[in-house]
């Protein structure tokens, strides 16, 4: 069975940092691609970034570039999005999630590929 579990959310303040964790089961690292997307309220769902399954490489929405790192630890079966320099326009539930290829290309703009979903951990950034 498939499963996405995110964690590592919560409260930080302007120019703070969190780290947040999605453990997969299930599946291999190594045959998915995994990305992030986040939801703020009334908005649509946005991708940030995805990982290779092949070869873990990165791909990151341009606007995020320096803020924000993937990455994996196959051993864990756990994928990472490190942020930096939050902004409370930040704030929104993030969510990863997966499709099967062995390639080494992903997609965070196509959100429609992915076919596993995690319920999401809510990031809240203020004062």
């Known amino acids: 069975q498939v499963q996405l579990v995110e964690s590592g959310g919560g409260l930080v303040q302007p120019g703070g940092s969190l780290r947040l964790s999605c453990a997969v089961s299930?599946?291999?690292?190594?045959?998915?691609?995994i990305a992030w997307f986040r939801q703020a309220p009334g908005k649509e769902r946005e991708g940030l970034s995805c990982?290779?399954?092949?070869?873990?490489?990165?791909f990151y929405k341009d606007s995020l570039k320096g803020r924000f790192t993937i990455s994996r630890d196959n051993a864990k079966n756990t994928v990472y999005l490190q942020m930096n320099s939050l902004q409370p326009e930040d704030t929104a539930v993030y969510h990863c999630a997966a499709y099967y290829t062995q390639g080494s290309i992903c997609s965070w703009a196509h959100r429609e590929w992915y076919e596993y979903w995690g319920q999401g951990t809510q990031v809240t950034v203020s004062s």
């Open positions: 299930g599946f291999r690292l190594d045959h998915y691609a």
């Open positions: 990982i290779s399954g092949r070869d873990a490489s990165t």
